[in-house]
């Protein structure tokens, strides 16, 4: 009866990822966060150039959205290097 009681009572213990696993996943959630934002910027760049006048202007933004887009496109290529091993 003891042990059925302390069964009960006892606390969930949590599976212990290895060092490593840790470090992944830390690495994976910080990389999912930095590609959307740097999607959203991206966005913006293109938003802001479609409504600029100045044509300089129109140009700085569509050229930091395309250096933009390269950079997600380039963490999203490593991000799945990351999670497929």
Request: net charge negative.
């Given at each position: 009866?003891?042990?059925l009681f302390k069964?009960?009572?006892a606390k969930?213990?949590?599976r212990e990822f290895d060092p490593m696993t840790v470090q992944r996943i830390k690495e994976g959630a910080?990389?999912?966060k930095m590609i959307?934002?740097?999607?959203v910027a991206a966005r913006k760049c293109e938003f802001f150039a479609?409504?600029?006048?100045?044509?300089e202007?129109?140009?700085a933004f569509e050229d930091e959205a395309k250096i933009l887009k390269q950079g997600a496109r380039t963490l999203q290529q490593y991000y799945e290097s990351i999670t497929t091993e």
């Open positions: 009866m003891l042990n069964a009960m009572n969930l213990q949590l910080y990389l999912v959307s934002e740097t999607q479609s409504n600029a006048v100045d044509q202007i129109k140009n």
